[in-house]
T-cell receptor
């Protein structure tokens, strides 16, 4: 399975943008890039996904490199409620399984 | 608007007991999954089901079985609970893989086996 690499942890100040990086150098042409986050004592929550183009939704933006070997999840204005573990995952086309890595633990500093 | 519901938030069982963890989704999703999450090991897939009465082993199926008699319900069964099955159990559901939308997870069941 194609793997992703994320920093173990990041910190950001409240009300500032946050850029969470993810490397996926072995991505295949049909693999979707998914992001999830897990708040303390909760199940993971879907954030956003994309294939080739940048994507925006009410929670975040996803910027995908032109060669698709990396992507960045952008939280435009971090709040304390955004403190969570963020997972970057490749959803392989036609494969039901979603394999989680260890993610990035995001700490928001008030 | 709760979409994936796990029957218990916390559960304490004794070693050797048969344990049932229930999960119900109301989104008419074909796929359902059971994961367990342990510190330092992340989320690991136990079993998944892509249709009623169909099941596939995940990465760590030993000691577990599953049942899917109705589309909306997916049960995880610990035939004889052991202390090493103490964990957070997470259920999820999704559309078929040719539709790339995200998975929806439940809030989890924290199981302690004593």
């Amino acid at each position: 399975d194609a793997k992703t690499t994320q920093p173990n942890s990041m910190e950001s100040n409240e009300e500032e943008p946050v850029h969470l990086p993810c490397n996926h150098s072995t991505i295949s042409g049909t693999d979707y890039i998914h992001w999830y986050r897990q708040l303390p004592s909760q199940g993971p929550e879907y954030v956003i996904h994309g294939l080739t183009s940048n994507v925006n939704n009410r929670m975040a933006s996803l910027a995908i490199a032109e060669d698709r070997k990396s992507s960045t999840l952008i939280l435009h204005r971090a709040t304390l409620r955004d403190a969570a573990v963020y997972y970057c995952i490749l959803r392989i086309f036609g494969n039901e399984k979603l394999t989680f890595g260890t993610g990035t633990r995001l700490t928001i500093i008030p | 608007d709760v979409k994936v519901t796990q029957s218990s938030r916390y559960l304490v069982k004794r070693t050797g007991e048969k344990v049932f963890l229930e999960c119900v989704q109301d989104m008419d999703h074909e796929n359902m999954f059971w994961y367990r999450q342990d510190p330092g090991l992340g989320l690991r897939l136990i079993y998944f089901s892509y249709d009623v009465k169909m099941k596939e082993k995940g990465d760590i199926p030993e000691g577990y079985s599953v049942s899917r008699e109705k589309k909306e319900r997916f049960s995880l069964i610990l035939e004889s609970a052991s202390t090493n099955q103490t964990s957070m159990y997470l259920c999820a559901s999704s559309l078929p893989p040719h539709l790339p939308e995200g998975y929806t997870f439940g809030s989890g069941t924290r199981l302690t086996v004593v």
